[in-house]
């Protein structure tokens, strides 16, 4: 097996993988980096966000004022003292892209320009039209470019972490291009893996998303936090799930139900205000879990919309005007003609709710540190607990470079404790390579398989759609936890058909179904045992809040084809107690 040595591997080129590398780089010229990607980084999710990035800047608006909105917006599972540091840093880290060319909208008067966005009660999102990943996610890979000590390996798919003395090492991962396995040793590692929503069939999510790095550092020991927090963006296309970003309302957009009403003011997000004047943080500006549930219960009152693509309620951008939805809508326009044959200058357009983002990952301090000792994660694999119950809008783009960079600098400070390499280690992380190498051609050469990898994806995907949706209840989540278990031994049986080695696609998506399993059991058990509704997640059996038995967080560990072991970890509260989310207009 090909050994690559290097300083700080990174799986993920991401917006908070690259953000890391850059950090790193910077930090430390002499340091050698591996950029490893299953896609070319282009292609990760980030460069699919639209709405923008959440960051204080106009005279109105205050540092206090975000942190109230996250922390508000998060049902009080947040951490606070992270919320602190993120909200600090969000405008510097988005000056940061300005300078290194991000072509954010402007005023007229050239200073930066920002829009409303859900939850959020002053404008502080910056944005690129509707594609503000792309924008930032090119911002950063030029970057990256200058810097001759980050070596990327585009089309490698990581498979395993080494660890050894209790500390990550390293990880195995194959060439997609020609099927080989390679061993990176590494001081230290950053997982930036990305999120996990395509275990629901129904998501905005890219096909990439299924929870690679979150199920790696699983296997190897850490905790995934909060797992049963998934949240659904209200607006998603009836067909193909395709996101209309959030600022379709925040440049103004309304929600109507079949009867043109806009239904939001009849559940606590009132009072109704006049077209084309959003009102900051309620209608249609209210946070994502609230703006979806209410989707649900209009489906349940039979006041949605019958369509060919099922049932939705209309998103109206009509009274924008062309000449504004051409500026900062384009995308949207252009996504909705494409896929529906509407035109949102001229019709309204058929929305329903649908899987986005995951707040809960792979558990980390502040520091973008896990438990296990030279693992570090950032982005949406990650739970440094920025989200708590429900994440605002906006707020994830950020989070990819505040943390992104802590990662890197916690990175450095674990390398210069290191003790000094010795001849066992070397044999001891090579032996768990060659585990790793095992695992696989155990899997790939397997002739007897019985189960199919599609067959068994689906399943998943039912029971997830089914059981774990916006409403959710004991039977359902039990069903869910039972078959869950049930297709992870299943998954034991299942087939490779493809015995190729060149870009194996059939080998790939059966790893991927096999992390999106692990993150799908981590996600059911913690959705089960949390007997209360917060958030984005939300029960039918217990729809209050309960802070004395549940504001902590959920820690779900492995522990390998038994049942997971359930933990929590006490809530970070620094200067917001509890209290009640308002979004009628009543709070200014
Ligand atoms: C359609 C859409 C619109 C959005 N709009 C917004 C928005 O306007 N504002 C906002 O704040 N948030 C938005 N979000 C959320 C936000 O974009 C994501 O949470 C964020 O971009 C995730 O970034 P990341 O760096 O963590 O991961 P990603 O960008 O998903 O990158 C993951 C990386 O990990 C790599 N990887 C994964 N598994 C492996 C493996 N096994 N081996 C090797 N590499 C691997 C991938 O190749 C990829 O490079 C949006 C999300 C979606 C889906």
Known sequence: MELINTDVAIIGAGGAGLRAAIALAEADPTLRIALISKVYPMRSHTCAAEGGAAGVIKSDDSLDMHFDDTVGGGDWLSDQDCVEYFVKEAPKELTQLEHWGCPWNR???????????????????????????F???????????????ITRFDE???????????????????????????????????IAGGGAGRIFPFTTNGAIKTGDGMAMAYRAGVPLKDMEFVQYHPTGLP???????????????VLVNKDGRRYLQDYGMGPETPLGKPQL?????????????????ELQKGNTVSTQWGECVMLDMRHLGEKCINERLPLVRELAIAYLGVDIVKDPVPIRPVVHYMMGGISTD???????????????????????????GSNSLVELLVFGKSAALSAIK???????????????????????QARIRALFSRTDGTESMSGLRKEMMDTMEKNVGIYRNEAGLQEAVDKIAALRLRYQNVVVNDKSNV???????????????????????????RKESRGAHQRLDFVQRDDASYMRHSMVYYQGLNAPRLDYLDVVITKSPPGVRDYSGDHK
């Open 107 to 133: 005023e007229t008067d050239g200073s930066v320009a920002v829009r409303p966005f859900g939850g959020m009660q002053k404008q502080r999102t910056w944005f690129a039209a509707d594609k503000s990943g």
């Open 366 to 392: 502040m520091q973008a540190a896990t438990p296990l000792p030279g693992l570090f994660a950032a982005g949406e694999c990650a739970c440094v607990s920025l989200n708590g119950a429900n994440r605002l």
């Open 135 to 149: 924008h930032i996610l090119h911002t950063l890979f030029q970057t990256t470019l200058q810097y001759p000590s």
């Open 414 to 436: 674990h390398i210069q404790a290191l003790p000094a390499a010795n001849v066992a280690n070397a044999a001891a992380l090579a032996a768990r390579a060659g585990e790793s």
């Open 239 to 253: 067909n193909t799930g395709s996101l209309l970003t959030e600022a379709c309302r925040g440049e103004g957009g």
């Open 281 to 297: 943080k309620t209608m249609e500006l209210g946070p994502r879990d609230r703006v979806s549930q209410a989707y649900w219960h």
């Open 156 to 190: 490698y798919y990581a498979l395993d972490l080494l660890v050894d003395e209790g500390r990550c090492q390293g990880l195995t991962a194959m060439e997609m291009r020609s099927g080989m396995i390679k061993q990176f040793n590494a001081k230290a590692v950053i």
């Open 503 to 529: 870009f194996n696609t059939d080998l790939f998506q059966v790893l991927e179904l096999g992390c999106m399993l692990d993150c799908a059991e981590a996600l059911t058990v913690g959705a089960l045992a």
